[in-house]
């Protein structure tokens, strides 16, 4: 039984950052794809990042428009984590923040029903 457990979210000012961490339980993931989504209150759960790495050593990312350039995605196999930090924050960016893991083609990464773990979410909360 594989656990994600993110930390690390808060209470911020507007301009801010904030790195989230998620740290995995029960099995290895260094070949599982680990994302993050967001879900804001009234909002359908969106994706924010995800990132494998490729056989060659080469780490693949992709970003939601919304967090490209403030947004970054990394991850430790050797701690079984991956992280996201967040600078420049924006009110906007305010929501439940989830770390997500599974065999997850790169057509799927974007989609949430494609992840077979996830976290309990932590929140993230930016002041204007």
């Known amino acids: 039984q594989v656990q994600l457990v993110e930390s690390g979210g808060g209470l911020v000012q507007a301009g801010g950052s904030l790195r989230l961490s998620c740290e995995a339980s029960?099995?290895?993931?260094?070949?599982?794809?680990m994302g993050w989504f967001r879900q804001a209150p009234g909002k359908e759960r969106e994706f924010v990042a995800a990132g494998t790495w490729s056989g060659h050593g080469t780490y693949y990312a992709d970003y939601a428009d919304s967090v490209k350039g403030r947004f970054s995605i990394s991850r430790d196999n050797t701690k079984n984590a991956v992280y996201l930090q967040m600078n420049s924050l924006k009110p906007e960016d305010t929501a439940v923040y989830f770390c997500?893991?599974?065999?997850?083609?790169?057509?799927?990464?974007?989609?949430?029903?494609?992840?077979?773990?996830w976290g309990q979410g932590t929140q993230v909360t930016v002041s204007s």
């Open positions: 997500a893991a599974g065999p997850v083609s790169a057509s799927d990464w974007r989609t949430p029903m494609s992840y077979r773990y």
């Open positions: 029960g099995r290895t993931l260094s070949t599982y794809t």
